[in-house]
Each structure stands twice: as C-alpha cells, then as structure tokens.
C-alpha cells in the first residue's frame, strides 16, 4: 500500500502543478459521478417504498432523482474524461522532457555508452506510458474510494451489520494486491528475458541492420531464437497468471459469499418487519455496486501498483545522476595554451568491464601540430579521442591542457573549444541549415555561418544542390535522405562551425567518402588545421588508416594494444624502420602492385 500512496502523492502532486484548472475539473466531475452512484440506490428504494405505498406524488419525486442520478453516473465520467485526457498528455510530455535531460545528464559517456543504463531508460520509456494511464486511474481510484465510502454509510442506514459486507469487500483487495505484486516479482525476474526480446526485434527492424538480415535469409533465424524467447517468458508468465486469476477469484467468491448473506439478511429483516421493500431494493441495488467498484479498485489498483514501480524507478535514476554530478569542476581553462595537450600515465577502463584499453599512456601534443594516430583496430585510438575530448575520465593518471588537470575544468568551458567528428558521426535529420549549424548553437540560425562552414568543409556542390530549409533524413515525411558520404560530409561541415578550437578531432572522417570527396576533405582538413594552428594554436588530431594522409600529420603516434609503441614525424619513423615502416610498406606495396 506505501507503494500506492507514494505514487499517487506524487503524481497527482505533479498534475496539480501542471494544470490545476484540469486538474479541479476533472476530479470535481469524478467526484459528482461517484455522489451520483449511492444517489441512483437510494432514488431506487425511494420509488419502490412509494410506489408499494401508493404515493404517486413522492414516486414522481424519486423517479426523478432517480433519473438525475443515471444521467449523472453515465455522463459524468464521460465529461471529467476531457479533462484528465489532456492532463494525462501534459504528464506524459513532462516525465518525457525529464527522461530526456535524464539520458543527457552529465559531461561525460560514461552512461551513454553502457548497454544496461540504454535498457534502463528503454523500460522507463515503458513507465512513462504506464504513469501517463494513471493520471486517470488515479483520479478515478480516488472516486470510487469515495463511492465505496458513501454506499458503506448508506448500508449502515438499513442496519448497521451491513457494514460486514463492507469488511468482506476487503478480501478481494487484499488477495488481488498480493496476486499482483507475485505478477510484478515475475516480471522483473524475467526482465533479461524481455531484454534479449527487444534487442532481437530492434536487430529485426532497424533499418541498419535490416538489409543484412534480409540478404543472409536471417529473419528466419532471428525469429526462432525469439521464439524461443518469448516461450521462456510465455512460460513463467503463464504460471503467474493463473496463480493471480486464482488469487483473485478466491477474493471474489469470499466477497460474494458475503453478498449473499447481505442479501438474505435484507430479506430477513424484510420479513421481520424491520426493513421495507424499498430497502431490500437499495441493500441489493449497493450490494452489487460494491462489487462493481471493489472489482474496479482492485483493476486500478494494479495499475498504480505498476506506475509506482516505474516511478521508483525514475525518481532512483535521477537521485543516481544527481549524486554523481553534485560536484562537477568548477574550473577555467588557461589563458595560455602554448604548451598544448598532455597525456600523463593514462590507463583506461571502460566503465562496467576489466579489459585495460589505454595502458600507462604519456604523449604530447604541442600547441599548433597536427597529429595522426596510427593503430590496428581496437588499439585504443578512438578512446585516445575520447579522453582529450573530455567525454571520459582517466580512470588513472591526467590529461592535461595548458598545464592544467582536465578534471578541475569545468567541462563545458572545454567542450566550446573542442571540435569532433567521430567515426560513428551523427545523422542529425533537421534542415540542413540546422543540421549543419548545430556545430555551433550561437549561430544556428546564421545562414552565413553555416555557409561559410560548408565552404570551408569544401562540400559546396551538395550544398548547391539542397536550400538550408530543406529537411534531410527519412524521418520526416518530406525529408530527403542522404548517403553516408554526404551525411559524413555534413558532419564535417558540422564540425567546422567552431573555427576557434583549440582541439580538432576527426576520427575516421573520410571512411565514407569516395576518392575525390576524401581527397577535398583532405585538403580542407589540412587547410583548417593550418588555420586553427596559426590563428588560435590549436591541436588538430586524426584518425585513419590511410597513410598517405597520414604522413601530411605532424607527429604521428603508433598505438598498439593501448600503448603508444612510437611517436615522431613519417621520416623518422620510416628511418626507425619500426611498427609505422611496416605499416607504410605495406599500403604502398598493395598500391604499386596493385
Ligand atoms: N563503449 C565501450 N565500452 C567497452 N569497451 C569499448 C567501448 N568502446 C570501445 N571499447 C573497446 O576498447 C578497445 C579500443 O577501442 P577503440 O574504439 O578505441 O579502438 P580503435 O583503435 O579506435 O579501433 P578502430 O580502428 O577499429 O576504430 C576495443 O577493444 C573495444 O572493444
């Protein structure tokens, strides 16, 4: 029951805020609907007492309480409907605002990165919907709380023992709340089984990986293992629900033993001249009401049972991030960032595993150069991008800029000189003048921005062929979708919107572009790292595996395993004759005899 109230309290509390005026109305009409309930049993056993009677006058009276009191109970609810429709839709809208900050809470990747915290919000999504349903079951459990309230009273009017049956209505309460949470305890026990089931329908469906699918004939494969799944699952809740149907029918035969007995004793009270006909009509006419309504309580008090599982759930998440972010750094950048970027004893680990994937790193990157990571796949250089960037913290040892601890800074004042594109670029589908203008949220309506971003990206002829309004993506009915080339084109571009960074990143940028678009992407990386070196002494680094670019860089720095195994310039490592010589005389010689 504490789960219950604590999530009513706090919903309802959240609704009042955001619309008291729905709010009043649509419980004010509830309320009216719940009076009007006892009202029809009590009009009923009126009429009958008077039509036994023979007072025509007084039965006209009652017939017409009687009809004012069906009216109400039919029309009512429908009324209070428009209100906590709208209500709902407001609350719903909020609690997805907050997940939306929720998921973008915090400087750093640790969580966006981590697969169960992306299930966790997949299942507070689940809970939004189910909190949006109980605005209304809210409102309406606390109607019928009162309706059950008001036929108690009338009961006890014909004789106060009829209040037993009042207390035997508790038994389907009771029994229907223990069945229920015995549902809840499965379905968290199966929770990595409903897991495994939308990671396969989410590989089924995404457009990314649907192709494949289709072309390898795996559809068939995927749907077996679902069915496997979903028979595991099928199982346990199978035997769950029977387990809850019993529970609640013996609740219910409890309750109707009881109503029987009330019956009769009306009777019996009939007979011995204690009670009229008319209120054997009422004790029969509220007898079954309370039925109805304790079968109704039970039905929405699952529901809130379920919306405050959900709501434990997102007010835990937010006092989780809360406390991880009480204290973020505080700290300026330097004025001066002459002595550029360093990496001191860097090891890292991802959050939630144990494999060491940046190994004791020391590196620097002066203030103006130009830098290529050279690796294998999975050496670590994406991560490498990732710590300098600031979206992950060493877990052991500093980054340094400018001399000063990366961890003491506070993090968007670094974030507004970083620039990035990453190998995983987004599809940002809005127009294009926002797509690209999102590099930089100052200008994002400067058309003259975003154009001399595209210039400088050297992407002119696909931005000569789209208008700044025109909407890209497939996510909107009249949006024209792109290539990968172009997307990752405009992720330059995109990227290029900050033409004062003291860090350019570009992780893999050409890997989708054909020869001639990465050839420009080349000339104007080189341009703007030029640029950003001269002007702002800006660090440029890079990834890719294509050597000819890389021997434009710098400093080139050969990482392998997590360790930086050589660092210097493409003649001294071809002089070294090392890992980077071996590397450079492979591509070339694919290229020769090629
Ligand atoms: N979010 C993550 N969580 C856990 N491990 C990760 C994560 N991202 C990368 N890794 C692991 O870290 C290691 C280094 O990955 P990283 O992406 O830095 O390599 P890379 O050198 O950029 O590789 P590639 O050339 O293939 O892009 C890999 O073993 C990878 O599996």
């Given at each position: 029951m504490r789960d219950v109230v604590f999530c009513l309290r706090r919903l309802l509390t959240i609704t009042w805020r955001l619309d008291r005026r729905r709010f009043a109305a649509g419980a004010g009409l509830l309320l009216l609907g719940a009076i009007a309930t006892p009202l029809l049993a009590i009009g009923a056993g009126r009429l009958v007492d008077d039509v036994v009677a023979g007072d025509v006058a007084s039965a006209s009276g009652w017939a017409l309480v009687v009809a004012v009191a069906l009216t109400g109970d039919l029309m009512l609810g429908h009324f209070a409907h428009l209100y906590y429709f709208e209500l709902a839709e407001e609350t719903e809208q909020r609690f997805n605002r907050d997940l939306l900050r929720l998921v973008n809470a915090g400087d750093h990747l640790d969580r966006a990165d981590d697969p169960a915290f992306a299930d966790r919000i997949d299942l507070l999504r689940q809970d939004v919907m189910q909190m949006r349903a109980t605005v209304q079951t809210g409102l309406q459990l606390g109607a019928t709380a009162v309706q059950v309230l008001l036929t108690a009273v009338v009961l006890a009017t014909v004789s106060p023992w009829l209040l037993v049956l009042a207390a035997f209505a508790v038994a389907p309460v009771v029994l229907g709340r223990r069945a229920e949470a015995g549902l809840q305890e499965v379905r968290e026990a199966q929770s990595s089984t409903t897991r495994s089931i939308r990671a396969l329908r989410r590989l089924a469906t995404s457009p990314a990986s649907q192709k494949e699918i289709r072309l390898n004939g795996g559809t068939d494969f995927l749907l077996a293992r679902q069915g496997a799944l979903l028979g595991t699952y099928d199982e346990a809740m199978g035997r769950a629900d029977t387990r809850y149907a019993l529970l609640r029918a013996a609740g219910q035969i409890v309750f109707g033993l009881a109503y029987v007995g009330a019956v009769l004793g009306a009777f019996w009270l009939a007979r011995e001249g204690r009670a009229s006909v008319g209120q054997v009509v009422l004790t029969i006419t509220l007898a079954t009401q309370l039925s109805t309504q304790m079968s109704a309580g039970i039905e929405m008090l699952g529901s809130v049972h379920r919306a405050a599982a959900g709501l434990r759930r997102f007010v835990g998440l937010e006092a989780e991030l809360a406390a991880e972010h009480a204290t973020p750094p505080d700290g300026l950048l330097p004025a001066?960032?002459?002595d550029g970027l360093r990496l001191e004893d860097v090891t890292f680990v991802y959050p939630?595993?144990?494999?060491?994937?940046?190994?004791?790193v020391d590196l620097h990157l002066p203030a103006g150069s130009s830098v290529a990571l050279v690796g294998e796949n999975g050496a670590g250089k994406s991560t490498l991008l990732k710590l300098v960037a600031g979206l992950y913290r060493p877990t052991a040892g500093r980054v340094l800029v400018g001399g000063t601890d990366l961890a003491t800074v506070e993090p968007a004042r670094w974030r507004e000189r970083t620039a990035a594109l990453y190998q995983d670029f987004a599809r940002v589908e809005l127009t294009l003048q926002h797509s690209v203008g999102i590099g930089r949220l100052a200008d994002v309506d400067d058309e003259s921005a975003v154009a001399a971003a595209l210039r400088r990206a050297d992407v002119g002829e696909l931005a000569d062929e789209l208008a700044p309004a025109d909407v890209l993506g497939t996510g909107y009915a009249d949006g024209r979708d792109l290539s990968g080339g172009q997307w990752q084109n405009l992720g330059f571009a995109r990227t290029l919107m900050r033409d004062d960074p003291a860090l350019l990143i570009l992780d893999e940028p050409a890997a989708a572009l054909d020869a001639l678009a990465e050839q420009r992407l080349v000339d104007a990386y080189q341009a703007t790292a030029a640029e950003v070196a001269t002007t702002v002494g800006g660090v440029t680094v890079f990834v890719t595996h294509r050597m000819s670019t890389v021997r434009l860089a710098d400093r080139i720095v050969v990482l392998d395993a997590g360790r930086v195994v050589e660092h210097g310039t493409h003649a001294e490592l071809l002089a070294a004759g090392g890992r980077y010589a071996q590397l450079w005389a492979l591509q070339f010689r694919a290229y020769t005899e090629g």
């Open positions: 001066d960032l002459s939630g595993t144990e494999r060491t994937v940046l190994d004791h």
